[in-house]
């Protein structure tokens, strides 16, 4: 009863970190909202049944908005990836006026983005006086993205690199992903690395079991480039077998191929 839905974390005035509440539905998945001149970019729609993104989507874009003293801003919907516990709140956005919404498949995120050979080109997003890359980043779930942030450096790796059980659908995929990756950053300010759960405890190599909805012993969100260096050296030392493997802050777990609808 006194926990709320939303976490609403302003990283800057125009850079938001959204966390549903465990109490809401167990995955307690991380949403971003970036404001550009011209658009805001909402990043996934969260997770359960009973989830109100578009309430809680509007309410800080509003108080953006009064802040500006504008009347108005376009809205983009784009995701991480198609599982689950991200596409939730979808059919609060899909067909709604004034929103441009990009359907979490290969095709539309190619097509919304101007990649033109997935995933081994980028696209791009420009916000108005903000340009994002888009890093397809395939082997989670099929149509799996990075999205790096020019202006804060910040690269947003949804579930393929983040504190806890990084589960791998496709292994030869998901190895050549962190390796494009890992090259992409090569050069670049990186920030920080954020995904889109927490698993892992503060303890190292020790990960809350599946279903937890209450962590107050959790790691931290942001992780740096180091531990995509390191994810990306144990990915190259396991070669070519599917190995489950526990690391400091991550655990690589490959997991049988699932299909959109279903979690994770
Ligand atoms: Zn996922
Ligand atoms: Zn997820």
Known sequence: MVTPDWQIHEYNPDFYILRESGCTNYEKPFLYLIFG??????FDTGAGKTVDTRGMVNQVIGRWLKRQAR????LLVTHSHGHGDHVAGDAQFRDVAG?????PKVKAVQTAFGIPSWPDTNGAIDLGDRVLDVIPIPGHQEASIALYDRKTGVLLTGDSVYPGRLYVADWEQYRASIGRLVSFTDGKVITHVLGCHIEQTRQPYLDYPTGTTYQPDEHSLEMG???????HAA???LGSTPTRAAYRDFTIWPVKRRTAASGQ
């Open 99 to 103: 929103v441009e919404f990009v359907e």
């Open 71 to 74: 009347p108005e801003i376009r």
């Open 235 to 237: 990915l190259q030392k």
């Open 37 to 42: 001149k011209e658009r805001v970019l909402l």
């Open 225 to 231: 480039r180091a531990e995509l260096l390191e994810l």
